[in-house]
C-alpha cells in the first residue's frame, strides 16, 4: 500500500510560478513511475508528465513541457511539479499518481488533490 498526498495549490495570478508537492509513503521501495494529472472543472483529467522513480526518465504532454518540470527527492519520497508562467487555463485539481508494477500499465495509486486558481 502506498498514500499519496499534494500539497502547494493555490491562487496566483496569470504569469506567476507555482511549485506543487507529492509526497509518498508507505510501501514506498515499490515504486516505479509517478506522475502528475490534472482535472479541469469541466471534470476532464488530462496527463501531464510522468517520471521513472528509480532512473529519473520523464515524460510530458507536448504542449506543457515548456513550462512545467516535473522531478524527484528520492531520500525524500516526493514528487515535484514546477509550474511557471501559469495561465488561467491552467486552472485545476492537481493530482498525483503511483504505479508499483514494473511495466504495468495505468497507476495503482492516487492522492486526493490540490487546487490551483489562476486568474487573469
Known amino acids: 500500500q502506498v498514500a499519496v498526498e499534494e500539497s502547494g495549490g493555490g491562487v496566483v495570478q496569470a504569469g506567476d510560478s507555482l511549485r506543487l508537492s507529492c509526497a509518498f509513503s508507505?510501501?514506498?521501495?515499490?515504486?516505479?513511475?509517478v506522475a502528475w494529472f490534472r482535472r479541469t472543472p469541466e471534470k476532464v483529467r488530462d496527463f501531464i508528465a510522468f517520471i521513472n522513480w528509480r532512473s529519473g526518465t520523464t515524460s510530458y504532454e507536448a504542449t506543457l513541457k515548456d513550462r512545467f518540470t516535473i522531478s524527484r527527492d528520492i531520500d525524500r519520497n516526493t514528487m515535484y511539479l514546477q509550474m511557471n508562467s501559469l495561465k488561467p487555463e491552467d486552472t485545476a485539481t492537481y493530482l498525483c499518481?503511483?504505479?508499483?508494477?514494473?511495466?504495468?500499465?495505468?497507476?495503482?495509486?492516487w492522492g486526493q488533490g490540490t487546487q490551483v486558481i489562476v486568474s487573469s
Open positions: 499518481a503511483a504505479n508499483v508494477r514494473d511495466g504495468g500499465p495505468g497507476y495503482d495509486y
Open positions: 508507505g510501501r514506498t521501495a515499490k515504486l516505479s513511475t
